[in-house]
C-alpha cells in the first residue's frame, strides 16, 4: 500500500522505473497539473501529475475522522481553556513560521504585539502577520482568487518584516519579482530556482491559485499540491516559506477548524529536515513531477496535527475535572469564588499565561470591582499575578491549593 518514490525506484531497478513512470503518469486515477517541475541545473522538465492512491483515500478518512473526535472536545470545552489553549498555539505558530525560515522572534515580543503592548514602531515587522494569523481565529475571508489578490495579500502580510531583514528583498516586478531568486541549503549550496521571468511566474501561479480553489479536488489534497508549487515557484524574493504556510492554514481553518489551523507551522518545524527534503525530493529529476509523496507527507503532518491535539485535549480535561473534583472539597466560601478558583485553575494547566481581568469578568458576568474584591480576599499564595506587562494575568498556584 506504501507508495514508492520514483526517485528511489530509479535507483533500486532504473528499468522497472521507467515503465513505473509511464503507468502512473498514464494511469486513469492520476490527475494532471498544467506545470512542469525541473530540477536545479539540469535540463528536463516534467509535467506534474499526481496519482490518487488508496493511501491517500485512507489518510482522508483518518484525518475527516479525526476532525469528527476532535470537535465535541473544542465545542465542550470550557471557554477559558479554550483560550489559553488557542492563544498558546497561536504564539508557537508565530514563532515557529519565523524559525523555519532562520528569523528569530521571542514569544515575549509576539505576546507584546497581540497584546497591543509595544509601540508600532517598535513591532512593526510583526504587527502585519500577527494581524493575519488574527483573521484566521476570527474566521474573517482572505482573498486568493488570482495573482493580484496574493499579492497585495503579500504586501499587508510580511512584507514589512521582509523589508526589515533585507530592504532588496521588496517586490520589483508587476506582481512579484522581475529577477531570478535562488534558494540555498545550509551549507550555501543553491538546491533550487525559482520559476522566471514574472510572466512565467504570473502563469504558473496563476494555474496554482485555480488548483487550490478547484472543489473537485478534495480540499486536503489541494492544500497539500498548493503548498508545494507555491515553494516550487517561489514568486517573491523572501518571506516565500512564510506566506505558502499561512495560506495552508488558512484554508485548513475553512475545511478544518482553527486550533488544526495554527499547529501546522510549529509541527513542521519540529519536522524541519523531513520538510525541506520532502521538496527537493519531489524537485528531483528521477522524480519527474510526481506530486504524490509530497501530499502524502502533508496529509500525514496534519493527521499528526490532530492526533496530538486531540490527545493534549483529553489529557489537560482530565487533569481539570479531577482538580476539579478536589475543589469541591475546599472551604471556598461561596459559588463565586469556586468560579473563580475553577477560570484559574484553567488558566494554570492549558499552557496558557493566566487569565484576564476581562476573562474573569466576562465569565462569571460580575463586575470588576466584585471579581477584583474576591480576588484579593484568596490566600496570597494561592494566586499567581503576571504584573509584568499589561493587561495583568492570573493564574492558580496548583502546588499550594492541592499540595500544601
Same mark, same amino acid.
Given at each position: 500500500?506504501?507508495?514508492?518514490?520514483?526517485?528511489?525506484?530509479?535507483?533500486?531497478?532504473?528499468?522497472?522505473?521507467?515503465?513505473?513512470?509511464?503507468?502512473?503518469?498514464?494511469?486513469?486515477?492520476?490527475?494532471?497539473?498544467?506545470?512542469?517541475?525541473?530540477?536545479?541545473?539540469?535540463?528536463?522538465?516534467?509535467?506534474?501529475?499526481?496519482?490518487?492512491?488508496?493511501?491517500?483515500? &485512507?489518510? %482522508? /478518512? !483518518? $484525518?475527516?475522522? @479525526?476532525?469528527?473526535?476532535? *470537535?465535541?472536545?473544542?465545542?465542550?470545552?470550557? #471557554?477559558?481553556?479554550?483560550?489559553?489553549?488557542?492563544?498558546?498555539?497561536?504564539?508557537?505558530?508565530?514563532?515557529?513560521?519565523?524559525?523555519?525560515?532562520?528569523?528569530?522572534?521571542?514569544?515575549?515580543?509576539?505576546?507584546?504585539?497581540?497584546?497591543?503592548?509595544?509601540?508600532?514602531?517598535?513591532? &512593526?515587522? %510583526? /504587527? !502585519? $502577520?500577527?494581524? @493575519?494569523?488574527?483573521?484566521? *481565529?476570527?474566521?474573517?475571508?482572505?482573498?486568493? #482568487?488570482?495573482?493580484?489578490?496574493?499579492?497585495?495579500?503579500?504586501?499587508?502580510?510580511?512584507?514589512?518584516?521582509?523589508?526589515?531583514?533585507?530592504?532588496?528583498?521588496?517586490?520589483?516586478?508587476?506582481?512579484?519579482?522581475?529577477?531570478?531568486?535562488?534558494?540555498?541549503?545550509?551549507?550555501?549550496?543553491?538546491?533550487?530556482?525559482?520559476?522566471?521571468?514574472?510572466?512565467?511566474?504570473?502563469?504558473?501561479?496563476?494555474?496554482?491559485?485555480?488548483?487550490?480553489?478547484?472543489?473537485?479536488?478534495?480540499?486536503?489534497?489541494?492544500?497539500?499540491?498548493?503548498?508545494?508549487?507555491?515553494?516550487?515557484?517561489?514568486?517573491?524574493?523572501?518571506?516565500?516559506?512564510?506566506?505558502?504556510?499561512?495560506?495552508?492554514?488558512?484554508?485548513?481553518?475553512?475545511?478544518?477548524?482553527?486550533?488544526?489551523?495554527?499547529?501546522?507551522?510549529?509541527?513542521?518545524?519540529?519536522?524541519?529536515?523531513?520538510?525541506?527534503?520532502?521538496?527537493?525530493?519531489?524537485?528531483?529529476?528521477?522524480?519527474?513531477?510526481?506530486?504524490?509523496?509530497?501530499?502524502?507527507?502533508?496529509?500525514?503532518?496534519?493527521?499528526?496535527?490532530?492526533?496530538?491535539?486531540?490527545?493534549?485535549?483529553?489529557?489537560?480535561?482530565?487533569?481539570?475535572?479531577?482538580?476539579?473534583?478536589?475543589?469541591?472539597?475546599?472551604?471556598?466560601?461561596?459559588?463565586?469564588?469556586?468560579?473563580?478558583?475553577?477560570?484559574?485553575?484553567?488558566?494554570?494547566?492549558?499552557?496558557?499565561?493566566?487569565?484576564?481581568?476581562?476573562?474573569?469578568?466576562?465569565?462569571?458576568?460580575?463586575?470588576?470591582?466584585?471579581?477584583?474584591?474576591?480576588?484579593?480576599?484568596?490566600?496570597?499564595?494561592?494566586?499567581?499575578?503576571?504584573?509584568?506587562?499589561?493587561?495583568?494575568?492570573?493564574?492558580?498556584?496548583?502546588?499550594?491549593?492541592?499540595?500544601?
Amino acid at each position: 500500500m506504501n507508495y514508492t518514490p520514483l526517485k528511489n525506484l530509479y535507483y533500486q531497478n532504473p528499468e522497472k522505473w521507467e515503465s513505473m513512470y509511464n503507468r502512473r503518469f498514464d494511469a486513469p486515477h492520476t490527475r494532471h497539473f498544467p506545470i512542469n517541475i525541473r530540477q536545479y541545473n539540469h535540463p528536463h522538465a516534467f509535467p506534474a501529475f499526481l496519482c490518487y492512491t488508496e493511501e491517500m483515500t &485512507l489518510l %482522508l /478518512q !483518518s $484525518v475527516y475522522r @479525526k476532525q469528527l473526535v476532535l *470537535l465535541p472536545i473544542l465545542h465542550n470545552a470550557p #471557554s477559558v481553556m479554550l483560550s489559553q489553549f488557542t492563544r498558546a498555539c497561536l504564539l508557537d505558530e508565530i514563532q515557529s513560521t519565523n524559525e523555519i525560515e532562520g528569523v528569530r522572534s521571542t514569544k515575549s515580543e509576539i505576546r507584546a504585539v497581540l497584546d497591543r503592548t509595544r509601540r508600532a514602531s517598535d513591532s &512593526l515587522h %510583526l /504587527q !502585519s $502577520v500577527v494581524d @493575519k494569523y488574527r483573521k484566521i *481565529l476570527s474566521a474573517e475571508q482572505i482573498d486568493f #482568487s488570482d495573482c493580484a489578490s496574493l499579492s497585495l495579500f503579500y504586501r499587508h502580510f510580511v512584507l514589512d518584516e521582509v523589508v526589515s531583514e533585507n530592504e532588496f528583498s521588496r517586490p520589483d516586478g508587476q506582481l512579484f519579482r522581475k529577477e531570478p531568486v535562488d534558494i540555498q541549503s545550509a551549507v550555501q549550496k543553491t538546491i533550487h530556482r525559482g520559476l522566471w521571468p514574472e510572466s512565467e511566474i504570473i502563469s504558473a501561479m496563476n494555474s496554482a491559485l485555480h488548483i487550490l480553489n478547484d472543489e473537485e479536488i478534495p480540499c486536503l489534497i489541494r492544500i497539500a499540491v498548493f503548498h508545494y508549487l507555491f515553494g516550487y515557484i517561489h514568486p517573491f524574493y523572501d518571506g516565500n516559506g512564510r506566506t505558502g504556510r499561512f495560506i495552508a492554514s488558512y484554508y485548513l481553518s475553512r475545511e478544518f477548524n482553527r486550533i488544526i489551523a495554527v499547529k501546522l507551522s510549529s509541527l513542521i518545524n519540529k519536522n524541519k529536515s523531513p520538510y525541506y527534503e520532502i521538496f527537493q525530493n519531489t524537485n528531483n529529476e528521477y522524480n519527474r513531477g510526481d506530486l504524490t509523496p509530497f501530499v502524502l507527507w502533508f496529509m500525514k503532518i496534519v493527521e499528526r496535527s490532530f492526533s496530538e491535539t486531540t490527545s493534549t485535549l483529553q489529557r489537560k480535561i482530565q487533569q481539570l475535572q479531577n482538580y476539579s473534583v478536589r475543589l469541591d472539597s475546599l472551604p471556598l466560601g461561596d459559588p463565586l469564588t469556586r468560579e473563580l478558583y475553577f477560570i484559574l485553575l484553567q488558566a494554570s494547566l492549558f499552557e496558557g499565561e493566566g487569565a484576564t481581568m476581562k476573562d474573569l469578568t466576562d465569565t462569571t458576568e460580575k463586575t470588576y470591582i466584585t471579581v477584583k474584591t474576591r480576588l484579593r480576599e484568596m490566600p496570597a499564595d494561592h494566586l499567581w499575578i503576571i504584573n509584568d506587562r499589561k493587561p495583568f494575568r492570573y493564574k492558580l498556584n496548583v502546588r499550594k491549593v492541592f499540595h500544601g
